[in-house]
């Protein structure tokens, strides 16, 4: 669905481009989100202690840094998700750009973070200063950005009207098309592993009353190879079956 409101993600601020990228990715990836929810809520604490220290007049660098490590491998998380997500996105996005302008301008989605360079630990320790003196946190994931070009220009300042609604189009039809390959991939995923251990029950189950004789090495190669999708009753069946063989 576009609406007139969709330009806005081109000429509005940052926290809605955030906003637009972490609604997609939390739509098919849980630890993505749980990763953002952790993140927010250490962030949440970091920037109430840094607004107690200046309005107490005092500082404990070790409080803030027990916040810091709780932020440091979320960030990662988030870091690591966005930048594979427009890996992604961006060819499917530059597909659809070309079919609703013609193919008449090159067109590039780029995202900003400080964790391109350096380390969410190296980016709080040269911040400080200026965090203690605004009283929040200046650097981290959550002062990511996406920067829409055109031509290698920016779209927000060199895109026409017309441009600029071609270039929304194409981000919803992406976001659309690219959801829609992630809900199959799921669900196709989601009953392979059923048939799998469907086909695992059965098996164990027929191995329990037959007399054929079947090596433990390769029950064992059974559950290490499964260990990932079979369920735990499963494998201790293969490891109740491997216990009565030995007794």
């Known amino acids: ?13 940052s926290e809605l481009r955030r906003k637009f990228i972490d609604g997609v990715i939390a739509q098919f990836s849980p630890p993505y989100l749980d990763a953002l929810l952790q993140y927010n809520k250490a962030l949440g604490q970091r920037n109430a202690l840094l607004k107690q220290f200046g309005e107490q007049g005092n500082f404990d660098r070790d ?13 990662q998380v988030i870091f690591e998700t966005r930048k594979a997500f427009i890996a992604d996105f961006q060819m499917i996005f530059q597909k659809y750009y070309a079919i609703v302008s013609g193919g008449n301008e090159q ?8 964790m391109h360079k350096q380390g ?3 980016l709080f320790a040269k911040s400080l200063s200026r965090d203690r003196a605004t009283r929040y946190t200046n650097v981290g994931i959550h002062k990511d950005d996406l920067v829409f070009l055109m031509n290698d220009f920016p779209v927000k300042r060199f895109g026409s009207q017309g441009q600029q609604k071609s270039f929304v189009i194409a981000i919803r039809l992406a976001q659309y098309e690219l959801l829609t390959i992630k ?6 995923c989601c009953s392979m592993i059923y048939l799998i251990s469907w086909t695992i029950s059965v098996l164990i189950s027929w191995l329990s009353c037959s007399e054929m004789i079947i090596s433990d090495r390769f029950l064992l190669q059974i559950l290490s190879v ?4 079979t369920c735990l009753k499963e494998q201790q069946l293969i490891m109740k079956f491997l216990a009565l063989k030995v007794a």
Not at 63 to 75: C, G, Y
Not at 107 to 114: A, M, Q, T
Not at 226 to 229: K, P, Y
């Open 120 to 122: 969410l630990e190296e």
């Open 226 to 229: 499964n260990a990932s999708i």
């Open 183 to 188: 809900w199959v991939i799921n669900l196709f």
């Open 1 to 13: 669905m576009i609406s007139p409101y969709d330009r806005d993600l081109i000429n509005e601020g």
């Open 63 to 75: 409080l803030l840094i027990l916040w810091e490590q709780q932020m440091l491998k979320p960030a």
């Open 107 to 114: 067109v590039k989605i780029v995202y900003e973070s400080g």
